[in-house]
């Protein structure tokens, strides 16, 4: 679009512009449920950061590397080890196939979000909060109060440890939610706990136990049980102009690890591989795994947590459920001892939750500005 275009396209819609600004804090669903023709100015992205999509959409779609979960708990463990070691390097990413949580769980958490979001809005209100820290928190856009152009998604934050602490807090409406998410976020805990040990042995942090199933005693592990989780429910309803917007900007995600169920039907989720946007294509029955920045900096910046970002699109809108998990909030994560020494030093500074949630309240979120700065500079610590 031409500059002249540009400006007579905004002229045009602050006429046609009827949405007060505290009706964009409201969330994207309920702007939708008025009626929407177009896209208001508030998530219409400056030409630069706009999704190109492809006319031949087959062109940037990526089949990301798989690992099987039974494979890795059988013989075969060593050689599933290195390929899970190449993904997470590589692309950041990965897809989990044979994960062996019931689908009934799997279909019961999708379903119960879906309801959440079809709720009347005075309902879904009821859980919105400005306090980042807060056991449940309904928004919209990436971070309401700092974005400064918002992006076409609401969402549910659900905080999920300790359980017992926490669960009264969470919607008591539909009534299905609360068990359907204590099912699923002890479920997606265990597989996460198989995934770290998995991980830890594949940086050399614990030897391949010659029965898998014995109990490690490695302190790593002990920490990780007792690590956060946090669900989020995310809902990208469809959008009368997709190529303007997106559900989600570029961005990283802080915890170790994120087990991502992706919407099977409505593809949407992109990353960033070898310095271009690529689609990924979902698995039916399989998980989206990601390193994040804690994982990141553990492991001293061999695994990578990747730029990812969300399109919408025209035609239907979509649901995600990603389960976050780290260490404890108290934690500090820092890059393992056993893998810094003289010739490869720390190169992040030692972070806890406290300043992530500091810096995420203050900064608008931009890529990967936060892992950025807990890096150290050679000159300053090599
Ligand atoms: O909806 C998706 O596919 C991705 C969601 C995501 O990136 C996130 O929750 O951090």
Redesign the pocket.
Known sequence: MSPALVLEVQTNRKEEEQVESHEYHEGVKQLCDRGLAKVPRKYILPASERPFISIKDGATNLKLPVIDLAQMQGPDRIHTLKSLSKACEEYGFFQLINHGIASESVLNMIQAARKFFELPFEERSKYMSKDQSAPVRYGTSFNQNKDSVFCW?D?LKLSCHPLSDVLPSWPSSPAELRQAVVNYSKETKSLYLILVKAILESLGLVETAKNIDENDSCDHLKEFEDGSQLI?A?C?PSCPEPDLTL??PP?S?YGFL?L?L??EEVK??QIQHEGKWVT?EPIPNSF?VNVGDHLEIFSNGRYRSVL???LVNPFKS?I?I?S?HSLPFNSMIRPSPKLINDANPGRYMDTDFASFIEYMASHEHKNKSFLESRRLTRQGHA
């Open positions: 998604r969402f989020v995310n990208y559900g989600m961005h995600d994120t991502l992706p919407d949407g989720l990924v989206v990812h970002r969300v979509r995600s990603a976050l």
